[in-house]
């Protein structure tokens, strides 16, 4: 009885600790707020950390995986990474905390859920992330990093990134 | 028709691969020269995309070769007789009209197959498929718009869209040869309706004709290519030969 609760403390622990990494491309949003971070759990002495890629391409998953690792190994664990492709990450597990910072920061949080091909392009209309416009018009289909597509806001006439359903 | 014994599983996992890496390179090709920033960045994307999801494939057709060959050794130390890519994603750039129609010839192939691949008795492809199904959507929007505004566009980008289909159609055959067993990978026989489907329904938006080809160029899959691919993996692949072991 004590030692598993001693187990899930040091599990706690070293959740909060990985839990805190910050996406290297949206610097905003960490790990978790992302959903990318599935779970930590100890297995014979050694935090393994669930990590999901966003994007089969995504150039940063090995960077994200990294400070992961790091973070486990500062905070006093062995640790190792083990990358999650099923079930894949989707938008729909950015949490609600991750689509506001998300927002605050100037990139508009994905619209509606990625459930269905119909709902992966249903994004009717983009709220703005600045003045809150729901006039804005896409730009590119793709835009600075994988997971963002390019819009303007017709209100406030500035330029933003939207983080698309996928 | 070739006689030849059936493919392996590792040579499906190879030429699914092959059609993917390949194909992101020569978007790679784009990558500072396409017509503007956005579509710069739009095609730079789709090459992450294709060469990450060649990767996955990639890394699992050596673990089940089971001969210590990793993803680099694939990828960058077969021969052109050994790639089995189909040859519509070797076909050169040519001008932009030219690119995002062999783009959409390829999603509109790629959209059911992986559709399909959800289905697959191998646990890597399954997975695999959930990413890039989404993934693909994206690029068969992306590339059907362009080829509808092109297309139907003005008269000099109606040409070039008439020019591409002309030159790039006899090389869709072999995207529905099979390439491994069936239990494994869709049978891609049965996902050409949807293709012609797809590029029947865009065509008739872009103003264009489909053209009427009984009989499409093969050979890709039997490791028969254009020397088009030669020329491209001597730069792809001299790096890693000139510096076997080369890391940065």
Redesign the interface.
């Known amino acids: 009885m004590t030692l598993v609760a001693e187990v899930s403390l040091r599990e706690r622990r070293a959740w909060t600790a990985a839990a805190a990494v910050p996406d290297p491309e949206v610097p905003c949003v960490t790990v978790a707020d992302l959903g990318i971070l599935r779970a930590v759990r100890e297995v014979d002495g050694v935090m393994v950390a669930s990590v999901s ?1 966003t ?5 940063a998953v090995l960077a994200i995986e990294l400070a992961v690792e790091g973070a486990l190994l500062d905070a006093g664990f062995d640790a190792r990474v083990e990358r999650v ?6 938008t729909d597990w950015i949490t609600a905390e991750g689509r506001e910072k998300l927002r605050a920061y100037g990139i508009a949080p994905p619209v509606g859920s ?1 459930g269905g ?1 119909r709902a ?2 249903g994004e009717t209309s983009v709220p703005c992330p600045r003045c809150g416009a729901r006039e804005t018009e896409k ?6 990093t ?1 997971c963002k597509a ?1 819009y303007r806001c017709t209100a406030c006439l500035e330029p933003f990134d939207y983080f ?1 359903c ?1 | 028709m070739l006689d030849r014994p059936d493919p392996t599983t590792f040579d499906g996992f190879v030429a699914l691969a092959d059609d993917h890496l390949i194909l992101g390179h020569r978007l790679s090709e784009w990558c500072g020269h396409a017509p503007m920033l956005e579509e710069d960045l739009s095609l730079a994307n789709m090459a992450l995309d294709l060469i990450g999801q060649a990767r996955v494939l990639y890394a699992h057709a050596g673990e089940i070769e089971g001969a210590g060959r990793a993803e680099d050794d694939l990828a960058y130390l077969r021969d052109e007789r050994a790639f089995r890519n189909c040859l519509l994603v070797e076909r050169q750039n040519g001008d932009f009209a030219h690119t995002m129609l062999r783009q959409f010839y390829f999603a509109a192939a790629m959209a059911p197959y992986w559709a399909a691949a959800q289905a697959s008795s191998d646990e890597t492809l399954r997975a695999l498929a959930g990413k890039a199904r989404k993934e693909t959507a994206y690029h068969l929007r992306h590339s059907a718009e362009w080829v509808i505004r092109l297309g139907d566009g003005t008269e000099e980008s109606a040409v070039r869209m008439a020019d591409a289909v002309d030159s790039l159609h006899p090389y869709t055959g072999d995207l529905f040869e099979q390439e491994g067993p069936t239990e494994v990978f869709p049978e891609r026989t049965t996902l050409k309706r949807e293709w012609e489907e797809t590029v029947a329904r865009v065509f008739s938006e872009a103003g264009l004709t489909v053209p009427d080809l009984p009989y499409p160029q093969i050979g890709g899959r039997q490791g028969l290519h254009g020397e088009e691919l030669g020329h491209m993996l001597a730069q792809m692949q001299y790096l890693p030969r000139a510096h076997p072991g080369a890391r940065w």
């Open positions: 890629p994007y089969s391409g995504c150039p492709m099923s079930p894949p990450w989707t990625a091909k992966l392009f730009l590119s289909e793709f835009g600075s994988a390019h698309k996928i």
